[in-house]
């Protein structure tokens, strides 16, 4: 399963409950995992494998349970929420004859863990809305954390995966996006990458004079 297929999956998914709107994701999020049948629970006493993060406990289709750590932040768990329905969709919903239960943790590196990220950051951050918002923001990763409702760690690996840090042109943002952003868009893109650029060798500039 490549990026793009993923990106289509957590398209398709956001769906379910997005329709044409912007729904902020923390009333998104919720509203997806209740459309799918399952429950989110705060642990009171984390084992160490959900401190950081979270889990989820597949008992059969439409009964799963994503657990969160009290000692993380709101922002934290908006992403945390979203992985874990990315392993119940990914590796369960789309999975032939899946067996249950299965449990899922915030640790590991393998390929699933990869895919469970990629699907988490394209369900809070779609390609094309992520894309308008980067330019209208000029890149300023503060005002896109608070527009999505995520990290801006989360935020930062969303602009490199999308190559919005200025390594792509307007051409290949027009290419990369299913909507097909207008030219505008684009620019506004472009002149964010500027003006971030032009921020940091300025406060470079200051550094250096004191």
Request: a neutral charge; charged letters at 25%; one cysteine or more.
């Amino acid at each position: 399963m490549n990026n793009q297929q993923i990106e289509q999956i957590a398209s398709k998914t956001r769906a379910l409950v997005d329709g044409h709107a912007h729904i902020r994701n923390r009333f998104l999020l919720r509203n997806l995992v209740e459309r799918l049948g399952g429950t989110i629970r705060l642990v009171e006493d984390p084992t160490e494998q959900e401190i950081d993060g979270g889990s989820l406990i597949i008992d059969g289709k439409k009964k799963f349970t994503i657990f969160l750590s009290p000692f993380t932040t709101p922002l934290r768990d908006n992403f945390t929420i979203a992985h874990e329905l990315g392993h119940y969709v990914l590796h369960y919903l789309l999975i032939p004859n899946s067996k249950s239960p299965l449990c899922f943790t915030r640790y590991g590196s393998g390929p699933i863990e990869w895919q469970a990220n990629r699907f988490a950051a394209s369900l809070l951050m779609p390609q094309s809305i992520f894309t308008e918002a980067y330019g209208k923001y000029r890149g300023n990763i503060s005002l896109l954390s608070g527009y999505f409702d995520v990290s801006s760690k989360a935020v930062e690996i969303r602009v490199q995966s999308l190559r919005l840090d200025g390594s792509q042109t307007c051409h290949e943002i027009i290419l990369a996006s299913e909507d097909n952003p207008p030219l505008a868009v684009c620019a506004a893109v472009l002149r964010g990458v500027r003006a971030r650029k032009l921020a940091e060798e300025s406060r470079e500039r200051i550094l250096q004079a004191d």
